[in-house]
């Protein structure tokens, strides 16, 4: 089984989360340590930390947080606390269904607590957060095995936006199947779009393929057509931030004119995500709420300003693939291709799908 990457995203210490600032990034390594729900809201929406799986580990440690800071109260206050912390953190981004999937599982040991008293219901929420970390990273494990069964020896993969470490507990979904593949022996190669306007490709996918040794090539987001066109991409593999019934796909803005692109060129796109990103309550893809960022991150960068005065930026954070441009989905339990509704709840009935042949 493939070793997981080093890189701590998340990392629980003397009853405090720790977040890797991924802002920060690849100039310096620093943490960003929580001590509250509301920290860890913020976190989410300053970008802190991001990649839906790590955001619904943060959000599940943020409630274990709470329940810790509230321990010491009488029930109603405790109760009236898990509330707020609830509520603050479903609200902190709305595209990524990790969040809320994660928030549901913290809300149903709650539910079940029955008249325990607050001390033992917060260390039950923190058992919760730190299962859901944990199997967080075997899924991302299993995702990568299943993945690296699609992957030929030689293969220049090319990916978008940041589906690594970093944007879980660790391994990865799309860098996983890249991570899995370089464990069975085969060469492979990364090409990284630099991911406009947050540049998650340019800083945060070139790095960790830097760090391990793994081959990356750094490109603009609009030179992925020219390098397809002259035969340079054997494959695309990307993330998910939702994935509807139907199997229509939530990714970072730009996913959609990959998919497509890679369409025109007859290049396999497979999408890698686990099961918790399948949001079965969404029929369709144009459902998903889409994030709108603030548009001070498409007039420039840091300190740096391109645009001028007064122009208005439109900044919305993903797009939506239709499922007939996706060759498959990449799960924990297998791999859908092509993937349609009836197969998505073929997956949910616990039933192993084969390799496509």
């Known amino acids: 089984m493939p070793i997981p990457s080093k890189v701590e995203t998340l990392r629980w ?33 300053a970008m802190v930390v991001r990649g839906a799986p790590a955001i619904g580990c943060a959000a599940a440690y943020g409630i274990a947080l709470e329940g ?9 206050a405790f109760d009236a606390g898990l509330e707020r912390a609830f509520q603050l953190l479903a609200q902190s981004r709305p595209t990524a269904v990790n969040l809320y999937w994660a928030l549901e599982r913290m809300r149903r040991i709650w539910r079940q607590s029955g008249k325990r008293p607050p001390e033992a219901i917060a260390a039950a929420l923190l058992a919760e957060a730190q299962q859901i970390f944990a199997e967080d990273l075997q899924i991302n494990l299993a995702i990568g095995a299943h993945g690296a069964t699609l992957v030929a020896h030689g293969a220049r993969i090319l990916t978008h936006c940041n589906a690594g470490a970093l944007a879980t507990a660790g391994h990865g979904t799309a860098l996983g199947v890249i991570r899995s ?20 490709g340019a800083r945060l996918t070139a790095w960790e393929m830097t760090q391990e040794g793994i081959p990356v090539t ?21 993330g998910a931030d939702r994935v509807a019934a139907n199997g229509d796909v939530a ?16 290049i396999p796109f497979y999408v890698a995500c686990p099961l918790s990103t399948i949001d079965r309550s969404v029929a369709q893809g144009e459902a998903i709420p889409i994030e709108e960022r603030p548009a ?12 001028p005065q007064g122009v208005v930026a439109r900044n919305p ?6 499922a ?8 924990e339990k297998g791999v859908i291709a092509p993937p349609d509704r009836r197969k998505i709840e073929a997956l949910f009935g616990c039933i192993l799908l084969e390799r496509p042949g």
């Not at 593949?181 to 998650?200: D, H, I, M, N, W």
């Not at 750094?218 to 990307?238: P, S």
């Not at 420039?300 to 300003?305: A, F, K």
């Open 13 to 45: 210490r003397d009853a405090r989360l720790e977040l890797l600032d991924q802002r920060q990034l690849p100039e310096r390594i620093e943490y960003v340590t929580c001590a509250n729900a509301g920290q860890v809201a913020q976190a989410i929406r």
């Open 68 to 76: 810790l800071r509230f321990a010491g109260q009488e029930r109603p």
């Open 181 to 200: 593949a370089r464990a069975q022996g085969k060469e492979v190669s990364v090409v990284a779009t630099e991911t406009r306007p947050f540049l998650q």
């Open 218 to 238: 750094l490109i603009t987001d609009n030179a992925a057509g020219y390098l397809m066109g002259r035969g340079e991409v054997d494959m695309v593999v990307v």
């Open 251 to 266: 990714n970072k803005i730009g996913t959609y004119t990959l998919a497509v692109l890679a369409a025109r060129h007859r």
């Open 296 to 307: 001070e991150e498409v007039l420039g960068y840091g300190e740096c300003r391109w645009a």
């Open 317 to 322: 954070a993903f797009d939506v693939t239709p």
């Open 324 to 331: 007939d441009l996706i060759t498959g989905l990449i799960t």
